[in-house]
């Protein structure tokens, strides 16, 4: 369902931020510079990096329709971009002069909110550049910051543990110890839900923190009771502090990074676990989904960025196309019509037909039928017919299994007992991947393309989440 598709690695320094526009990545360092990439092709815009702030870069994100950057940092200042030329539009500088640690844009683009590490927070005029508002938190530095999806009004999360809900004159309306170990990062949903008894909608809010914990909240705005947050559940997924979570466009999916280096993305409605992905070698400090196609960037200490592709849009989806896979012996004649069209194997499709091949005979053909019963005289034909069922009867193995595709060794398809990582960056039990060695093959399983070592790193976030999914699976 997801798939690594590409690494930036242009920061000279840990990556603290990435944030999507329909057209554009940006992501920000402790370099003290922003950069700017393309999604057509990943590569960096002609007046990337941009240059301004004096010390590290803590948060950056896009006004909602893509023209304006604003970026944040330790210098105190929150700066705005244009990002069509990378020209500075404005200079805001918080008024304690304290570092500016989060920035975020309202839904409307009226507004932009900058948190300090003093406590303080200030609502800006996005279109004047002057301060409208400011209050502050009575304890720790702001770290985290969301808009509602109508944008009444903005949450904030502190060191100490806080979340505080502001209306949009700067009026708090509720404050509550969150995290006890503190706040790392919050995020609303812009997709609502609805009460099926009373037909009220609600939104999701996410929170994680130091405590290792992403905690769900349901916000709720009703004319009788106004504003009320409730907490929802929490989600254990991390074996350590959480730095990052963000929901996707559609809402179908919560996406998580951790000290313990790894990114998991879950389902929202059922709150399980859909991937975990063990590609950085150092702390995730970021993460955001692309609004209007399948990708995620994951934001990390090991300088990098890593771009993520997902094959189906929506968990739902996901698993509608693994219930079909796993149902293959319950296929029709159609259905495997539609199976060797999407295998590039369309004119087979008459042969098949005449000989009433269902998804059952589909899995029991071998060299002998199709030589002898379906006549396909073309080895080289042959041999692909036979490649695609393998491949189907592995993946309908695996889906009855339910085993989770990247707990899986892709050279043996089996559970990782023992999981390594390759110089290539994928993750393989040990002892095949030994052999896959020893044998003399220094390329890569995944990309055929030459190993650059034949090191092999003990990958224990990964054997960590596949013990705890083992778990699970015995109760």
Not at 210 to 238: A, N, R
Not at 293 to 321: H, Y
Not at 430 to 445: D, G, L, Y
């Amino acid at each position: 369902m997801v798939k690594l598709i590409h690494t930036l690695a242009d920061h000279g320094d840990d990556v603290n931020c990435c944030a999507f526009s329909s057209s554009l990545l940006a992501t920000c360092s402790l370099d003290k510079t922003i950069r700017l990439y393309s999604l057509s092709d990943f590569t960096e815009l002609p007046h990337s990096p941009l240059k301004f702030h004096t010390y590290a870069v803590h948060c950056c994100c896009f006004s909602p329709s893509g023209h304006v950057l604003a970026s944040c940092s330790t210098d105190g200042t929150t700066v705005l971009w244009n990002t069509q030329n990378g020209e500075t539009l404005a200079v805001m500088e918080q008024p304690t002069g304290s570092p500016v640690r989060v920035c975020q844009f309202s839904p409307d683009s009226t507004c932009l909110v900058s948190g300090a590490a003093d406590g303080t927070v200030v609502l800006w005029n996005a279109q004047s550049y002057k301060l409208y508002r400011c209050g502050s938190v009575k304890d720790g530095s702001l770290v985290a910051c969301a808009f509602s999806p109508n944008g009444n009004l903005f949450v904030t999360g502190s060191s100490c543990g806080d979340l505080t809900v502001w209306d949009d004159k700067m009026r708090c309306l509720h404050s509550e110890k969150a995290h006890d170990l503190g706040i790392t990062c919050c995020d609303f949903s812009s997709q609502p839900f609805t009460d099926g008894e009373q037909g009220l909608q609600f939104f999701r809010l996410a929170s994680c923190g130091q405590d290792c914990q992403i905690k769900i909240w349901v916000v709720s705005f009703t004319h009788v009771l106004g504003f009320e947050l409730k907490y929802k559940s929490t989600l254990s997924g991390h074996c350590a502090p959480v730095l990052a979570c963000a929901f996707s466009h559609n809402g179908q999916m919560l996406v998580s990074g951790s000290v313990d280096k790894s990114v998991i993305i879950y389902d929202t409605n059922t709150e399980s676990i859909l991937h975990t992905l063990t590609q950085h070698t150092r702390y995730v400090t970021s993460c955001a989904f692309a609004p209007n196609t399948p990708l995620l960037a994951t934001g990390s200490m090991d300088k990098t960025v890593n771009i993520w592709q997902f094959d189906l849009e929506t968990p739902c989806q996901a698993r509608s196309m693994e219930d079909q896979v796993k149902f293959t012996e319950n296929w029709s004649e159609e259905d495997v019509s539609m199976w060797l069209c999407a295998q590039g194997l369309s004119d087979l499709v008459s042969i098949f037909k005449m000989n009433n091949i269902d998804g059952r005979e589909l899995l029991n053909l071998t060299k002998e039928s199709l030589t002898d019963d379906l006549k396909i005289e073309s080895l080289g034909l042959r041999s692909k017919v036979l490649r695609k069922i393998e491949e189907l009867r592995t993946k309908v193995k695996t889906l009855s299994s339910g085993i989770p595709d990247e707990f899986l060794c892709p050279i043996t398809r089996e559970l990782m007992k023992d999981p390594v990582i390759a110089s290539d960056g994928y993750s393989y039990e040990k002892e095949a991947m030994e052999n896959w060695i020893s044998k003399k093959k220094r390329t890569s399983p995944m990309t055929n393309l030459v190993l650059p070592s034949v090191a092999l790193t003990p990958n224990r976030t990964l054997k960590m989440a596949i013990s705890r999914w083992l778990e699970t699976q015995q109760k």
